[in-house]
């Protein structure tokens, strides 16, 4: 199949560009894999991809010249947790600097991180600084609110959305930012009538900016804990004969599961209900299924707003086609993958470790966001494109040339185009076509020569945010 590429694909062209990058591969990532050799920019958007951009070169333009080295769209991290990556980093839970063990949801010693207003916006500017480095500009903070006021760390609780509002406020933002909004504890319990309660709340809530840069997007739940800690909710039983369970409280105390479930499926109604994206923290395949089951009732089985599950570490492969029938989005870390199959194969068994993070039938239903979910893991998404290849070719995908660049790009749009679309926001972000925004990274090589393997060794070298330049290596 033949690679589109782009002959000089604009807009009107009145005034002068303000930043041209040109002399090298830009790969577009929208559906059609187009590719182009230059970018024109004016006003924070891209007003030209491909063709000789000369007659939008003027005596203010910046022009960026690649030199044969690799622009893709800007990366969105789309489940991460700012606060408490800015408070923490480098230290993470897995990978380089990791500190505390698996399962770790909060520090060990629970060590309380910030203190203050001024510490949280502290750390969100220092985790803004630190994603531009990565090439990030957007991402989806992935529980905020109420639920974990007075929690241990300090780096969850509903004042880091007024440091998110006093950073949008003075155009302080690295990053476009999603926020998902917490009313239970991270990583802990949550009762029904309180996360009712707070769907209403969220969906009364004054805009926390100006939507392009900071949105309020929906409704976070936690379904379940996670497989090496026996805590998923599993049709399998664990090595111990057990089934896991849920976070979700139900009517009384001790409820059975099943009443614990259908508490989990009313939160994911009263979401919905209240016009909230739901996302759901959910790993075993019985709660996975919970959440598929009430939501294509809610839709009536058809395509809806976008609800998520976040990792769904041992989705099926029906259920990942039932998200691709819904509309429904699977969040997951490559990283985590690889850091805890063992620990799933000695607690879940090894069929059940085989069978986990099915990368490719996600990938290939167009369901895969992927995402570091930081600082449990770093936010190298190159990283993470890497440890997904590699997972799915520990399962048998195929090591063909041609399939690996295809899966390159595929792995590459679920770090973009994707979560784009899990942001509701595929028309003006997430790939590069003209009128969209600006939003980019510049990579120093050959990102199709070096393969999802060596992706990790090619640096970013530059990070453009709404047309401008917000971090330089080497431009």
């Not at 991809?49 to 203010?60: E, Q, T, W």
């Not at 639920?147 to 780096?155: I, N, P, Q």
């Not at 809530?205 to 840069?213: D, F, I, T, V």
């Not at 497989?227 to 976070?247: C, E, I, K, N, T």
Request: proline share 5%; charged share 20%.
């Amino acid at each position: 199949m033949e690679t589109p590429v782009a002959a000089g694909v604009s807009a009107r062209a009145e005034a002068p560009a303000d930043l041209v990058l040109r002399g090298g591969t830009v790969l577009t990532l929208d559906e059609a894999g187009t590719r182009a050799d230059s970018i024109s920019v004016r006003s924070g958007r891209i007003v030209a991809v491909g063709g000789d951009p000369s007659g939008l070169i003027g005596a203010g333009t910046r022009v960026i010249e690649l030199a044969g080295r690799t622009v893709l769209p800007g990366i969105n991290d789309s489940h991460l947790h700012a606060a408490w990556l800015g408070a923490r980093w480098p230290h993470t839970f897995f990978g380089a600097g990791a500190a505390g063990g698996v399962g770790a949801g909060h520090d060990p010693g629970a060590v309380r991180l910030l203190h203050s207003r001024a510490d949280r916006v502290a750390a969100l500017e220092r985790a803004g600084q630190l994603l531009s480095e990565f090439g990030v500009t957007s991402y989806t903070d992935g529980g905020l609110g109420p639920g974990e006021d007075g929690g241990e760390t300090g780096c969850f609780d509903a004042d880091v959305l007024e440091a998110y509002r006093e950073l949008a406020q003075a155009r302080s933002l690295r990053q476009r930012v999603s926020v998902l909004g917490l009313y239970g504890v991270l990583d802990g319990p949550s009762a029904l009538e309180r996360v009712r309660a707070g769907a209403t709340e969220l969906a009364e809530m004054a805009p926390l900016g100006r939507p392009e840069w900071l949105r309020l997007a929906g409704l976070k739940i936690f379904g379940d804990g996670i497989p090496p800690m026996r805590q998923a909710w599993v049709s399998r039983p664990y090595d111990d004969g057990s089934h896991g369970g849920l976070l979700v409280e139900g009517a009384r105390p001790n409820a059975p599961i099943e009443e614990r479930a259908v508490a989990l499926a009313a939160m994911v109604r009263a979401g919905h209900d209240a016009g909230l994206q739901v996302a759901v923290h959910a790993t075993g395949d019985r709660t996975i299924q919970t959440v598929i089951d009430e939501v294509a009732a809610l839709q009536g089985g058809l395509p809806g707003p976008g609800h998520y599950v976040i990792h769904g570490d041992l989705a099926t492969a029906e259920q990942i086609a039932a998200c691709a029938e819904l509309g429904m989005f699977i969040n997951a870390q490559s990283g985590i993958a690889t850091a805890t199959a063992d620990w799933v194969a000695a607690t879940a068994g090894p069929e059940t470790a085989d069978e986990a993070w099915r990368f490719e039938e996600a990938l290939a239903a167009g369901v895969l966001a992927l995402s570091s979910d930081a600082p449990i893991l770093g936010p190298d998404w190159r990283v993470g494109v890497a440890g997904a290849e590699q997972r799915m070719l520990d399962m048998g995908a195929s090591s063909e040339a041609g399939a690996r660049e295809r899966r390159l790009i595929d792995l590459l749009r679920a770090y973009t185009a994707v979560p784009a679309a899990q942001d509701g926001a595929a028309s003006w972000k997430g790939t590069i076509e003209v009128g969209k925004v600006a939003d980019l990274v510049v990579l120093g090589g050959d990102v199709l020569a070096a393969g999802a393997a060596g992706l990790p060794d090619v640096p970013v070298e530059c990070t453009v945010l709404d047309g401008e330049v917000v971090y330089s290596r080497r431009v």
